[in-house]
């Protein structure tokens, strides 16, 4: 099995690169943006199934823990996973399954919220350990009513949720009537 290509991006397709490793070039499926002509390493996940044999790569050793995650969740293939990781951020999507935020997640393509929260039961707990830190675990409620407040207000979760688990994290001890008006500061002073 291939465990880590390095080479020059060569192509780039719709989810896809052909990534030139010496004189052989490989099609691999990414989820990561990346530049041609660009020399990358990437870890790789080998598909093998009856009619295809498939290479989907990533940069750092956790985005491909994380795609073998979702792909373990029954009814999730490498396409949806692809798609989700391509949507949101890892740290974010990591956040939104250890808090349990369905909504986050179902902002990816192909991903309702039957499916989003499928994902959060299944993996769950194997986020939620020592090595996911953001301050998740001290904060449940915290995050998702933070989230709630700015999007009554007419912001996209998609837009301010990355921000909204930072302050959470950098203000564990802060109430959400301390939180929105820092929220609203940061949005205002990002603009």
């Not at 030139?20 to 020399?39: H, I, S």
């Not at 009814?75 to 951020?89: E, H, R, S």
Request: aromatic share 6%.
């Amino acid at each position: 099995m291939i465990g880590k290509l390095q080479g020059i991006v060569d192509y780039i397709g719709d989810g896809f690169i052909i990534l030139m490793a010496g004189p052989v070039g490989y099609r691999v499926y990414t989820p990561e943006t990346l530049t041609p002509k660009a020399t990358v390493t990437l870890w790789i996940e080998t598909i093998v199934r009856e009619d295809s044999i498939r290479l989907f790569g990533f940069s750092a050793l956790a985005g491909k823990n994380l795609f073998n995650m979702l792909t373990s969740v029954s009814g999730v293939g490498p396409k949806v996973a692809l798609a989700i990781m391509g949507t949101i951020k890892t740290d974010t999507l990591m956040t939104a399954i250890a808090t349990g935020d369905a909504k986050t997640i179902a902002t990816a393509p192909g991903v309702g919220k039957k499916m989003a929260e499928k994902i959060i039961v299944e993996l769950k707990s194997k986020v939620g350990g020592a090595s996911f830190d953001f301050g998740a675990s001290d904060s449940g409620g915290a995050l998702p009513d933070l989230l709630s407040a700015l999007e009554s207000l007419g912001y996209r979760r998609m837009d301010i949720v990355e921000m909204a688990q930072k302050l959470v994290a950098q203000n564990p001890d802060a109430d959400i009537s301390k939180l929105v008006p820092m929220a609203l500061k940061e949005i205002s002073g990002n603009k």
